[in-house]
């Protein structure tokens, strides 16, 4: 049985090396389909794998509460792109903050009402899209952040006052030390009393660029904003052994406290890289898509090709099965062929997916995530087209009448 398949094996290689520039065109067809693939799945196990590092990196005594909802992600993603406010509507509130802050084994909590404002510095630089973090001192404790200059928000501050990301600072200000400065939100002015030390993650678990952000009080930025709304709240527990009753704990007094309203989720570990894994699960998705259909066209190159093969050695069939050669074994030698041409498109697509994923790293923060679930999702869809567009044409091939196929030349 081996030597069979090894016959099978050379026979479909030799015909392949005959017709070596149409082999090559119709491998790049299966390799364009599973590059996609290999690239999408890269770049989203490289998302995944940076916001769960950050989650890591910030404790596991982390507790996240956002508002949830009932509709599918794809609706949710839609909503959030096509709002103004592009996030969800939350039922949580400054007095839930409070109410969580009042509970065992809390260390710290902050709120996160992200509101996005034009901003205006001393000089009269205008931004027109900044967003713009309500949120309290404990923030840059849970985050575990630190300050290039200043200090950061304080609940007795007697003026209005923000910190800066670094990159916002340089973009408003032209300058990384801003602190003493003043800037306008919503007609009201603030003075820079911080500036964050730039920590270059624009994906994270806070849907937030916290470089190019600006923070100030919730309470202060709640006067002058009457459609801001709390999108999440971030908690720190002081025993992580006791975190699964905590987080038991919140659920409860927030159901009670908002009298019966269950309209939001209580997170901790690998649950909190939503809503940015959310995003881009659904745009993976759509991508899988277009990498499928191209996928399918790759395969039907192949089909074609492998038909056109059938009909120019009809005579050699004939000859094959003059000589002994089974209908099982021409079937076999023509999908082997198939096969070997789905396969040899599949590892170039690999190389070139993977080579584009490393390409795609010197301009993001993402680095290309290799995994065997993804050589094997590569290879095993590789094998899967080639069988499925190479079963027509090696019936077909075992179906020729020995007599019809002696007779046919050219």
């Not at 996240?64 to 969800?88: H, I, N, Q, W």
């Not at 905590?246 to 009670?256: D, F, G």
């Not at 570990?269 to 066209?297: E, K, Q, R, W, Y």
């Not at 094998?383 to 007599?403: D, Q, V, Y």
Request: glycine share 8%; aromatic share 6%; proline share 3%.
């Amino acid at each position: 049985m081996a030597l069979l398949l090894r016959t099978h094996y050379e026979l479909a290689r030799t015909s392949i090396k005959r017709n070596r520039g149409r082999s090559f065109l119709t491998c790049l067809g299966i390799s364009i389909g599973v590059a996609s693939i290999i690239l999408i799945l890269s770049l989203m196990g490289s998302i995944s794998s940076l916001i769960s590092s950050q989650v890591a990196q910030i404790g596991s005594d982390l507790v996240v509460v956002r508002p949830s909802t009932t509709k599918t992600a794809v609706s949710r993603v839609v909503d959030e792109l096509t709002s103004s406010s592009m996030y969800l509507k939350s039922n949580l509130t400054l007095k839930d903050v409070a109410t969580i802050e009042k509970l065992d084994n809390i260390a710290s909590v902050a709120p996160l009402a992200v509101s996005v404002n034009s901003l205006s510095g001393d000089d009269d630089t205008f931004l027109p899209s900044v967003p713009v973090v309500g949120t309290n001192p404990d923030f840059i404790k849970i985050q575990n952040l630190t300050l290039k200059s200043g200090t950061f928000l304080k609940d007795d501050a007697p003026t209005a006052t923000a910190v800066i990301g670094a990159k916002l600072a340089n973009d408003l200000y032209g300058t990384g030390e801003p602190v003493g400065k003043t800037l306008t939100l919503l007609g009201e002015r603030f003075i820079i009393v911080g500036v964050l030390t730039e920590v270059d993650d624009p994906i994270n678990f806070n849907n937030l660029d916290l470089d190019s952000s600006l923070f100030v009080s919730a309470s202060a930025l709640n006067k002058i904003d009457n459609s801001l709304q709390i999108q999440q709240i971030n908690i720190r527990t002081e025993n992580t052994n006791d975190l699964e009753k905590t987080v038991k704990t919140i659920r409860e007094t927030l159901i009670a406290s908002k009298n019966g309203d269950t309209n939001f989720s209580v997170l901790s570990g690998d649950d909190i890289t939503h809503p940015a894994g959310t995003l881009f699960s659904v745009i993976s998705s759509i991508l899988s898509v277009v990498a499928g259909i191209s996928l399918i066209v790759g395969g039907i190159g192949i089909m074609n090709i492998m038909l056109v093969s059938v009909a120019e050695r009809t005579h050699e069939i004939g000859i094959r099965k003059a000589v002994g050669a089974s209908t099982g074994n021409i079937f076999l030698q023509f999908l082997f062929e198939a096969l070997i041409l789905s396969l040899s498109g599949g590892f170039l697509g690999l190389i070139l997916g993977y080579g584009l994923a490393f390409l795609l790293c010197l301009i993001t923060p993402f680095n290309p995530f290799v995994s065997w679930q993804i050589l094997a999702i590569t290879f095993s869809t590789a094998l899967l087209t080639g069988l499925i567009f190479g079963l027509f044409p090696a019936i077909k091939a075992a179906k020729k009448n020995p007599i019809y196929s002696l007779k046919f030349w050219g």
